[in-house]
């Protein structure tokens, strides 16, 4: 089955009005792609995006959601919210967020749902800790934050959302898994989800994010079950990730 490639610009807690109208007048400047092209600033930002980007084929997402639709939530932001800036995805269970903030499988599963039921995507980040990965865990804990998410919203639901594999011992710190390790994942990742369901397991796309850079993106994008990259730092950089989405197609 062809699916659509997806490469995504995480911006974390980067950016100033300044800083984003450099960076989106160097991405307005890519040729077309057969990708899907999504950058996702933090929260201050998305109407400044939301606006730069609204003649272009580029798709807005967000960095975060509450589980809560509305009322008494001091600090946090709802699906209504965000859907008012034209956002289409919503990063859920990133490894920064289960790490510092606590975020368990069952958190990350009720966002899942709470952003499904309202009509946008998420884009669900699941992936083991280099102490988890040396102890043969991987897909064991890839398995279980899956699994709170089939339990709840249930296997067809993982038709509208996306998946992003990133193991947390290359998020940041220059190390990439290589292709034919990100490849080894992402199958048995779309074997686990065939358990359920065959069909659901073979359209879902399964980005692969940590330390993404130009110079690593072809060979990631070869292979067969790695649907596009969620690209954290290469992101803040127009010409790199350029050259990102230009590997994908």
Same mark, same amino acid.
């Given at each position: 089955?062809?699916? =659509? ?5 995480? @911006? ?35 109407? =400044? ?15 975060n959601v509450s589980q809560e639709v509305k009322g008494a939530f001091t600090g946090e932001v709802s699906t209504s919210m965000l859907g008012d800036f034209g956002v289409k995805y919503v ?77 947390? @011992? ?10 034919? =390790?990100? =490849? ?60 990102i989405v230009k590997t994908a197609g």
């Amino acid at each position: 089955m062809i699916r =659509q490639k997806i490469v995504a610009g995480n @911006w974390k807690m980067n950016g100033s009005k300044e800083s984003i109208v450099s960076l989106i007048s160097g991405l307005l400047e890519m040729d077309s792609s057969s990708s899907e092209v999504v950058v996702a600033p933090s929260f201050p930002y998305l109407s =400044q995006v939301d606006g730069l980007i609204s003649a272009s084929s580029i798709v807005l997402a967000a960095q975060n959601v509450s589980q809560e639709v509305k009322g008494a939530f001091t600090g946090e932001v709802s699906t209504s919210m965000l859907g008012d800036f034209g956002v289409k995805y919503v990063l859920l269970g990133h490894s920064e967020r289960r790490s510092l903030y606590g975020e368990t499988n069952e958190l990350v599963a009720s966002k899942v749902k709470t952003v499904l039921d309202s009509g946008l995507t998420p884009m669900l980040c699941i992936g083991e800790t280099l102490a988890e990965r040396e102890s043969g865990k991987t897909l064991e804990i890839c398995e279980q934050q899956l699994q709170a998410v089939i339990d709840l919203v249930g296997i067809a639901s993982f038709e509208q959302l996306v998946i992003a594999y990133e193991p947390v @011992w290359a998020i940041g710190t220059g190390l990439s898994a290589s292709a034919e =390790q990100a =490849q080894e994942v992402h199958e048995s990742i779309r074997s686990f989800l065939a358990k359920s369901s065959e069909s659901v397991s073979q359209k879902v796309q399964i980005l692969y994010g940590g330390s993404v850079k130009a110079s690593t993106s072809s060979a990631l994008f070869q292979m067969p079950d790695v649907d596009g990259a969620l690209v954290g730092g290469a992101s803040l950089d127009a010409k790199e990730f350029i050259a990102i989405v230009k590997t994908a197609g």
